[in-house]
């Protein structure tokens, strides 16, 4: 064999080593896409409990939602959230993103009708204003993602008075109370920090310094960027509810979230975790998110989900009150998260007085 032969053999071979590395490659890719499609319809109930209710209350059940980035034609979806109204929540804490199209407002509003007659708080995300714009999935991991030029707005006006019209609390950089069978609920909420809209209202007067009536302080966020967790807790927040992170959305099995699409570390993309701000503590629960942008709709290793909080009532003064979980081992002051997987459909404003709650006597 001459050498020119040699040579030409040599690089016959080494193509057909890419051409079957690239073949494989395009193989696992539409593998991962398909799973991806698959799993963004696995929908889950995350149940956790919260020993945090004054002594003799309780317990009190919040349904947490998020990141619905509801589109038209999303019929699983919608029978799912409207199936969630079996759960019979005492409160239902929305935050944020339930929009990913111009035309989901009726839609969303619809698919949450049988939750909206239970009570209710909201705060708007980003993709609440204005609707999601095809971007390079990869940037994700070099910066959380920015508000688009030439953004379309969407009607979040409609959405809001849906919402309020249902008797829903707008918590949009306003505090707010409620009643719930018997204890005082003071919220304060802000709006998105992904868009650094943000302003504190602080806690419904006449809470404050009265810690002999017997109430909850829950803070509502979209986003859960570092900044607002340090004044929620150092403001002495009982409990944070935020969303946002989508818990990783593409995650790798073992390991978990790569991205947060903020400031927040990947290990709390998604759970009931302890804040810890200037000798306070608060617990804070990020939802994994219920939907994913229309341009980007897959989930690996993290499947969407809502949230079932059972709060009760934490130990009498005289002993000592336990803790929630972080890294650094210490007593709970909740059990290990449980998973329903929820079959599928068809089978087996604003003031700072205290708000009645119909439901209250019921």
Not at 79 to 94: I, K, M, Q, T, Y
Not at 268 to 282: I, Y
Request: charged residues 20%; positive net charge.
């Amino acid at each position: 064999m001459t050498a020119g032969n040699s040579l030409a053999s040599r690089a016959r071979s080494i193509g057909r080593g890419f051409a079957v590395a690239g073949a494989a490659g395009v193989a696992a890719g539409a593998a991962a896409t398909g799973y991806g499609l698959w799993e963004k319809n696995q929908f889950v109930l995350r149940e956790e409990t919260l020993r945090i209710l004054p002594p003799g209350f309780g317990p009190l059940r919040l349904l947490h939602l998020s990141d619905i980035h509801f589109v038209p034609g999303q019929r699983r979806k919608a029978a799912w959230l409207a199936s969630l109204a079996e759960l019979s929540p005492d409160l239902v804490v929305n935050t944020g993103d339930n929009l990913s199209h111009p035309n989901a407002v009726g839609p969303v509003l619809e698919a949450l009708g049988p939750l909206l007659e239970f009570p209710g708080v909201f705060v708007p995300g980003s993709n609440d204003y204005y609707a999601p714009k095809f971007k390079n999935p990869a940037s994700y991991f070099f910066s959380p993602s920015k508000r688009p030029k030439s953004p379309v707005a969407l009607d979040w006006p409609r959405l809001r008075s849906g919402f309020g019209m249902a008797g829903w609390l707008d918590l949009t950089n306003r505090c707010q109370s409620l009643a719930l069978k018997g204890l005082r609920m003071d919220f304060s909420g802000v709006d998105d920090p992904h868009l650094r809209l943000e302003r504190y209202a602080g806690w419904p007067r006449g809470t404050r310094g009265q810690d002999s009536v017997p109430h909850l302080r829950i803070a509502v966020a979209h986003a859960p960027y570092q900044r607002v967790l340090d004044h929620f807790t150092e403001d002495a927040a009982d409990l944070l509810l935020a969303g946002h992170t989508h818990g990783g959305q593409i995650c790798v099995p073992g390991y978990g979230a790569l991205v947060s699409n903020c400031d927040l570390p990947t290990w709390r993309a998604k759970g009931l975790h302890d804040w810890e701000s200037n000798g306070r503590t608060t617990p804070v629960n990020v939802s994994g998110g219920i939907g994913t942008s229309r341009f980007a709709p897959v989930r690996i290793a993290c499947k969407p989900e809502a949230v079932l909080l059972t709060l009760t009532a934490r130990p009498e003064p005289d002993r000592p009150r336990p803790r929630a979980h972080s890294r650094v081992a210490r007593a709970p002051a909740f059990r290990t998260p449980h998973y329903r997987t929820c079959p599928p459909p068809g089978s087996a404003g604003g003031h700072d007085g205290v708000m009645p709650n119909p439901r209250a006597e019921e």
